[in-house]
C-alpha cells in the first residue's frame, strides 16, 4: 500500500503560510515522523491469503471476533485511526487556530478533492456532512413540494433517506408513498426487472424518486442510471440516490449518474472516523435547495454545495482524517479491492446454495449484486440465530425477520476465508 501523507503534507503546507510558530511546526513534523509506515509496500493481493491477513491485522477487531457487519457500521484502520488521534492532539496546542482559525478548512479541501476522485464529481458539488439522514435532511427540508406532490421509495430503501419525508410531508401536505419490493423475487431479477419495477410504481404525481444505490437487506445493486432515465421519461423531476452502502464498496460514477444528489456515510465502507458523510447535489439542485445550516451571514457562503456544510465549530480532526481514510482505501486499490469482493461473494453463494439446510435470499445478477448478501437457515427464525452466533461463535451479523427472515452477511476486504466458512458452517448445522 502506498503510505497515506495527503493531509500530513497539507498540515505542514498550511501551517507554514500560517505562520504558526515553530513550537505547532514542531509538533507537526514530530507527528509526520511518528505516524506508521506503508502496511504492506508491495501492495494488497486479493488471492493471497497472507495478504489478507496482513491487511486484517492492521485493524483493531478483536482476534476472536468474526465481524459480518460492516454494512451496518465499518471499524477504522489503525493508520487512520493513528493519524486521527494525531491531529486531535495538534489540534489542542493551539485551539483557537484549529477550531476557528482558517488553517484547517484549507486542508479540508484536499479530503474533498479526494472524495471527488473516489465518487467522480466535481469538488464544487460535493459537501462533508455527517451523514446519509443528514444529506436527505437537507433535501426534504430545502426542496420545495406542494399538496398533490409525491415523493416515492421501494420497500428496500433505509429509514434514514426516508424518515425526513415522511415528517415533513405530514406539515407540508405532499405525499410519501412505498411500493412494495418483491423480495422473493430477488435472486432470479435482472436489470430490466428492477427498472420496470420502479418504472411501474410511478404515477403522474411522483416528483421524486429515492433509490437506495446498494440496499442494506439483500445488498441489491440499483442501475441508478437506467432508472433515473426511465423515471424521467414518465415524468420525474428528482431522482435521488442512498449511497450509504456504496462508495468504498462499489465503483461510483456520479458524473454519468444522471440524478440529482447522492448522500452517503463514510463510517461503513470507507472505514474513516464516526460522524461524517457526502453530500453531492447537482448544479441545478443547488439552485433549487437552499442550506439547512447558517453559520455565515448573507451571500457570503457561496454558491456551490459547500453551502451545506456552513457549520459553525466543528471536529476538525475528523474531517482531515476522512482525508487519510480516503487514501487508505484508494492505496489497496480498485482492482484488487474488486477482485476480493467477488471471491467473497463466490464463497458464500457457493456455500449457501450448495447446502439444502441454507437459501439465498439476494441477487445472483453480476450486475444487480453485492458484497452484502442475505442468507436464511431452513426452519429458523434469523432473529433468533443473531444472538446465539455472538455468545457462542463471537460473530456480528444482521438479522431480519419477516417475510425476508434471512442473516446479513457483510464481510470487507480483511474477512479470512477460514472465519466466514466456519460461520457458514455453524449456521447449516442449526437448519432443519
Request: glycine share 8%.
Amino acid at each position: 500500500m502506498t503510505k497515506i501523507s495527503h493531509s500530513r503534507r497539507s498540515f505542514l503546507r498550511v501551517l507554514g503560510a500560517a505562520g504558526a510558530g515553530a513550537p505547532i511546526l514542531a509538533r507537526a513534523e514530530r507527528l509526520e515522523a511518528a505516524l506508521p509506515p506503508p502496511l504492506d509496500p508491495d501492495g494488497f493481493d486479493a488471492a493471497n491469503p497472507v495478504s489478507v491477513r496482513r491487511l486484517r491485522d492492521s485493524y483493531f477487531l478483536s482476534p476472536d471476533l468474526v465481524y459480518l457487519n460492516h454494512a451496518s457500521i465499518g471499524t477504522v484502520p489503525r493508520p487512520v485511526h493513528e493519524a486521527h488521534a494525531g491531529y486531535l492532539e495538534l489540534c489542542e496546542t493551539h485551539p483557537s487556530l484549529y477550531v476557528w482559525g482558517g488553517v484547517w478548512r484549507e486542508v479540508t479541501e484536499d479530503t474533498r478533492v479526494a472524495a471527488a476522485r473516489l465518487l467522480n464529481c466535481r469538488p464544487d458539488d460535493l459537501a462533508i456532512t455527517h451523514n446519509t439522514t443528514e444529506g436527505f435532511s437537507i433535501l426534504a427540508q430545502g426542496l420545495e413540494l406542494d399538496p398533490g406532490d409525491e415523493v416515492l421509495f421501494s420497500s428496500l430503501n433505509h429509514a434514514g433517506a426516508a424518515v425526513a419525508w415522511d415528517e415533513l410531508g405530514r406539515r407540508r401536505g405532499f405525499t410519501v408513498r412505498r411500493f412494495d419490493f418483491p423480495l422473493e423475487r430477488a435472486p432470479e431479477l435482472s436489470v430490466d426487472e428492477v427498472v420496470a419495477l420502479h418504472l411501474d410504481a410511478v404515477r403522474p404525481e411522483t416528483r421524486v424518486l429515492v433509490i437506495p444505490h446498494v440496499d442494506n437487506m439483500i445488498g441489491m445493486t440499483h442501475p441508478i442510471r437506467e432508472i433515473a432515465e426511465a423515471a424521467r421519461a414518465r415524468g420525474v423531476e428528482f431522482v435521488f440516490v442512498d449511497g450509504a452502502q456504496s462508495a468504498g464498496m462499489i465503483s461510483v460514477d456520479l458524473a454519468a449518474a444522471r440524478v440529482d444528489a447522492y448522500a452517503m456515510s463514510g463510517h461503513k465502507w470507507l472505514q474513516s472516523p464516526k460522524g461524517l458523510g457526502l453530500f453531492w447535489a447537482s448544479e441545478r439542485l443547488q439552485a433549487a435547495v437552499p442550506r439547512m445550516w447558517f453559520k455565515t451571514g448573507g451571500d457570503r457562503v457561496g454558491m456551490t454545495a459547500r453551502k451545506y456544510e456552513d457549520y459553525s465549530t466543528r471536529a476538525w480532526p475528523a474531517v482531515v482524517a476522512f482525508g487519510d481514510a480516503l487514501d487508505f482505501q484508494a492505496s489497496i486499490g480498485v482492482e484488487e479491492k474488486e477482485r476480493r469482493y467477488r471471491a467473497l461473494w463466490t464463497r458464500v453463494y457457493g456455500r449457501t446454495t450448495e447446502d439444502s439446510r441454507l437459501h439465498w435470499g439476494s441477487p445472483v445478477d453480476p450486475a444487480l449484486r453485492s458484497v452484502i448478501m442475505a442468507v436464511g437457515v431452513q426452519g429458523r427464525a434469523a432473529p433468533e440465530l443473531g444472538p446465539m452466533l455472538l455468545e457462542r461463535h463471537g460473530a456480528v451479523l444482521r438479522a431480519f425477520g419477516g417475510r425476508l427472515n434471512t442473516l446479513r452477511v457483510s464481510p470487507n476486504l480483511m474477512t479470512e476465508d477460514e472465519s466466514l466458512d466456519r460461520i457458514l458452517d455453524v449456521l447449516a448445522s442449526q437448519g432443519a
